[in-house]
């Protein structure tokens, strides 16, 4: 796991953050009402994806990383970095442009559990531990 502080600025990160929440208010999830939250939402990311605001997840810092991960040239950029989880050629990217508190509902990676379900696996056991 590579942990990249920083990938892009603290002004990208909140015209992100707008972006996210500017569709959600269309769908009656408000930013400042968590009454509203309640509701599941599904396909936020897809009408999002192309929108320039998540241009910066694909940073300078975040290409880099891939590169030394899987080889300068050896991976073709995404069309576009504009869901919360970009997934190729086995690397998830995770940009979390908003604080995440503990158990604040942020994903849950375990290093090690990518056997799991290459082994056909549709449970995975985890220990219930505060420090994660």
Known sequence: MVYLRGAFTEDEAARMRRRVWARL??????????????????????????????????????????DDLLGADQWDRPPNWGTVVVTFFGVKVFAFFGHVRPRGGGTLVILGSHPVPAAGSSTAACRDDPGM
């Not at 269309?26 to 009408?47: F, N, Y």
């Not at 694909?58 to 290409?63: K, M, T």
């Open 25 to 66: 208010a269309r769908l009656g999830v408000l930013e400042d009402d968590e009454s509203t939250w309640a509701t599941p939402i599904v396909g936020v990311s897809k009408s999002i994806k192309r929108d320039a605001a998540f241009a910066a997840v694909g940073s300078p810092a975040v290409v880099g990383a891939i």
